[in-house]
């Protein structure tokens, strides 16, 4: 099978909720990514054969195949067409195997995979509330499915029902999970002042540094939170922060590589996904981690990093728990719960975070999960080179 190379990585600052880049038209957000992905890259943007890009709740100005409105926004050829990609929260994640497969396949040699969201704009389950609404609907996903309802149930199901759940099931406290929290804004903070962002990232509209690590936030202040449940453990401070942002990296085949003089950063060694129980939805890392393991040989000991995406303090806990991975290798510059969750682009926006801490640090191996509506999970593992 031909080898697919990350070639090129880049992304917006992740904006906080009504934050310096709420105003910004989603199609904007990705075509500030795209041009800075091919100006990076110095490749003649007509010799991309496709645009995938991850989103969700693609309504509004979101709808419209975002993909491709965002290549077009940019200024970028006509003819270079474009793919928007749901798979929940890991949509980029998503989009990057899709074009990693295309390349690895030789039906492609250059494709942009990346992702947007502007949450500030169209908030979370919009598609499944309000445009409901609109519609004169009142049911949500799942309800009304006589298929689903044989199998699961009439019961709720809900990301914060499902971190709860896991939460209990791992005997994870609130506060273990609120010092998780607090770790993360302190390695997010740390890698700001460091300056270890500031290679992946291009600012926009005068926003240069992600926006929602709290410097001022403490353990004293998470514990005088109101629980997400009565009687739950979950706060909103163990949760990752609703925001705003693009991100887009391109891959490249051998004879990409060799025609437009790149410089391959790393090469996709695993791609997979797989599915869980769906009400508690969130734990799918966990088997999508052993699964990835397994199918390659490998130990999580070889990973020298991991970025495994922050949605709740309890997702990563639990991870932590079965996986045996050493604390320290994963997110050390912190995670959604500070950095924010900008739902389209946080795949990718993992994915080059991951690729410039394995240079920065010289590591080799680097893995990214994350957890996804529907009780899923894709699995990343690149290698630096």
């Not at 890259?41 to 979101?62: H, I, M, R, W, Y």
């Not at 926006?211 to 009687?231: F, H, I, W, Y």
């Not at 993992?350 to 957890?371: F, K, N, P, S, W």
């Amino acid at each position: 099978m031909a080898e697919a190379y990350i070639v090129e990585a880049v992304r917006t600052p992740v904006g906080k909720r009504n934050g310096g880049l709420s105003g910004v038209h989603p199609a904007d957000l990705g075509a500030h990514a795209l041009n800075a992905l091919m100006a990076r890259s110095g490749v003649d943007p007509s010799a991309v054969e496709d645009v995938v890009f991850g989103c969700l709740d693609t309504v509004g100005p979101q709808a419209g195949d975002i993909a491709r409105t965002c290549w077009l926004a940019a200024g970028l050829p006509e003819e270079v067409p474009g793919v928007t990609v749901d798979r929940q929260c890991g949509s980029s994640q998503q989009a990057l195997h899709f074009a990693a497969q295309a390349v690895m396949s030789g039906t492609s040699d250059l494709v942009v995979a990346g992702g947007v969201q502007n949450m500030s704009q169209i908030p979370i389950a919009f598609a499944s509330r309000g445009a409901a609404d609109s519609l004169g609907l009142t049911e949500g996903p799942y309800v009304g499915s006589r298929g689903w309802q044989a199998r699961y149930g009439k019961q709720d199901v809900s990301q914060f029902r499902g971190a709860e759940m896991i939460a209990r099931d791992w005997d994870i406290s609130r506060e273990d999970m609120e010092a998780f929290a607090f770790q993360s804004h302190q390695r997010a903070i740390r890698a700001i002042d460091e300056g270890r962002f500031a290679r992946e990232i291009e600012p926009i509209e005068g926003v240069e540094h992600d926006e929602g690590p709290r410097r001022d936030t403490t353990l004293e202040k998470m514990a005088g939170l109101k629980t997400l449940e009565d009687g739950g453990r979950l706060t909103a401070a163990v949760a990752s922060q609703i925001s705003d942002g693009a991100a887009a990296l391109l891959i490249a085949s051998e004879e990409a590589v060799r025609t437009h003089g790149l410089r391959p950063r790393a090469r996709i060694h695993h791609l997979s996904a797989r599915g869980e129980d769906p009400i508690r939805m969130l734990s799918a890392p966990i088997p999508a981690t052993a699964y990835a393991l397994k199918k390659t040989g490998m130990q999580i000991g070889d990973m020298d990093l991991v970025e495994i995406n922050e949605a709740f303090a309890s997702v990563v806990l639990a991870w932590l728990k079965e996986t045996g991975a050493d604390p320290e290798r994963v997110n050390p510059n912190g995670g959604a719960i500070a950095l924010g969750h900008p739902l389209g682009a946080t795949g990718a926006r993992l994915m080059i975070t991951l690729l410039h801490e394995l240079e920065r640090t010289g590591g080799r191996y680097g893995m990214q999960t994350m957890c996804e509506g529907g009780g899923q999970a894709n699995v990343t593992i690149i290698e630096r080179l």
